[in-house]
Each structure stands twice: as C-alpha cells, then as structure tokens.
C-alpha cells in the first residue's frame, strides 16, 4: 500500500492538490488532536501552501463524509474538531455512569450574566443579581476556563472586567457570541452538552435569593 513520503508533500511543485490525500491528513490530525484546530494551525501541516479558502472547502467535504456516522466533524471557536454525536451520547455516557450532582444557581447566573452582559464588574454582576457574589463564584468560572479577566474599567480601584472565553464557546459548540442561545436556555444547553458535572457543587444559597431566582431576570441588553 503506498503512503505519503515526509519529504513529498500531498501537492505538485506546481501547488496542483490532491485532495483524497490532504483530507486523510486533516483527518489524522484532527482525531489525534486534543483541542479544535484553526485554520492557521492546519495550514501548518502544509507548510502553508494551503490557503484558508481550500482547506476550508475540503473541511467541509470532510464533514460530509462523516455524516450519519456516530462522530461528527464541526466548527467551533476554537477551530475545527471531532467529537460524538448527539445521538450517541446517551451511550457513551454509560462507559463512566455518573449522577448528574447539584449546581450553583449562583455560578449560573453569574455565567449568564457575564456571558450576555461583558465585559463586567464584580459590582456590576452583584447589582444585577441583587446579591453579593462570592470570590469562589468567580474563581470556579475561571478555574473551568470559561470566564477571564480581560481589562479593568477606569473608575477608581480599577476593578476587573470579565468575559467569557473560547473555551466557553467551545464546550456549548458554538462559534461566537452570536450564537448564543436565547437566555432562558442557557442552563439547558449546557446540560445538555454534558458538562454540568465540571460546575461546583455550590454553597448555599445566597442570602436574599429565593428559589423563584432565575436566569431569566436577567436580561439582554437592549440594541443601540
């Protein structure tokens, strides 16, 4: 059976592609990988001979070659990547059976706020919640690498400005802000993505929040 020579790339001098050969590579390297790849990342594996336009194109032809399969090649913040399908999920769950444990309201909400409102303050998330939030709040976000600080506002004592990250929007698989889902879904996203057991098992209940507290108070801010 004959293979790809590391000296020979899977291309003519002339930059003529074989495109059979380019997606197996993509293909090795995006199962083998641990994170989604970005387009300047899989450009290396061509020594960048390979402009956006054609790996994009053969990254979709990719994806359609794995449809109906029970892996799914797909598009994220961070990159392209493989992952499960939906539909199967439920059975590779039962590999490692675990029973889903309790959430924070308040990380939840804290999420949300940062997630619809960024960047924000600590003061800010606390006068929309109403209620202090605590520094485990905020440290438990950013130990999961969902949120970041990523300034400080101009006011005295300079406070931190947060915002959500690309591994945010990797974990809900999604490719930006904007495709963020209506806010009242949120907390049913992320379960459904099977990452509800990565938030902590919380404190109690913050004082002054009743159990009619909701992501749905907060809410998006209106369109300039």
Partial sequence: MSGL????????????????????????????????????ELSKLFHGELNAEVLRRLLEELRTDWVGKGVELVNVAGGWRFQATAEVQGFLERLNPQKPPRYSRAVL?????????????RGDIEEIRGVGVSASVLKALESRGWIAAVGHRDVPGRPALYATTVNFLNDLNLRSLEELPPLEELDSVIESRGIMELLP????????VTNTGSLLRVSRPAEN
């Fill in 5 to 40: 020579s590391v000296t020979s790339p899977p291309f003519s001098s002339a930059g003529s592609a074989i495109p059979a050969e380019i997606k197996r590579i993509l293909e090795a390297a995006l199962l083998t990988s641990q994170e989604p790849l970005p387009l300047p």
């Fill in 109 to 121: 909400e804290t999420l949300a706020i940062i997630a619809y409102r960024q960047p924000v303050t």
């Fill in 201 to 208: 098992v919380p404190e109690p209940m913050d004082a002054g």
